[in-house]
């Protein structure tokens, strides 16, 4: 038996591909938005702009940035193999920005009364990452 096989036989857990100078930058102080404007398929910049807009009160912007790392996450999912469902481990960092963007918009739906919405994308989440959802909630 291989390591890491998956026992339950679902589809095998997606690993985003690393890109890390957008995290290098975020890191270093770089201002999200000039992040996002050089690196606009990165989903973590997507999701620290959602939640600095956020934690200042703008929920209807911090909907749309995570919105954006949201799909943006999605695009890089589906070129890493993903087919709409599985694992997306939290564990691994690169996949990081996606959960947190995926996390930014259930709690940003639900403030702007978005219930369908906010229940989705946290069942997703927690489908996705019980890690993440724990980790983030």
């Not at 038996?1 to 270093?28: F, K, Q, S, V, W």
């Not at 639900?110 to 919405?117: D, L, P, V």
């Amino acid at each position: 038996m291989a390591i890491h096989e998956n026992l339950l036989g679902g589809p095998p857990p997606t690993h985003l591909p690393d890109d890390p100078e957008p995290r290098e930058l975020l890191a270093n102080g770089t201002a999200p938005a000039d992040v996002a404007a050089n690196y606009p398929t990165s989903s973590l910049a997507w999701a620290q702009l959602a939640d600095e807009a956020y934690e200042r009160g703008s929920v209807v912007e911090s909907y749309a940035y995570a919105r954006t790392g949201y799909h943006r996450g999605l695009d890089s999912l589906r070129r890493g193999g993903w087919k709409g469902h599985g694992p997306v481990p939290w564990e691994h960092e690169p996949n990081r920005g996606f959960l947190r963007a995926l996390h930014g918009l259930a709690r940003a739906a639900q403030a702007i009364g978005e219930q369908g919405e906010y229940e989705r994308c946290s069942q997703f989440l927690k489908d996705s990452s019980p890690t993440a959802a724990q980790t983030l909630g």
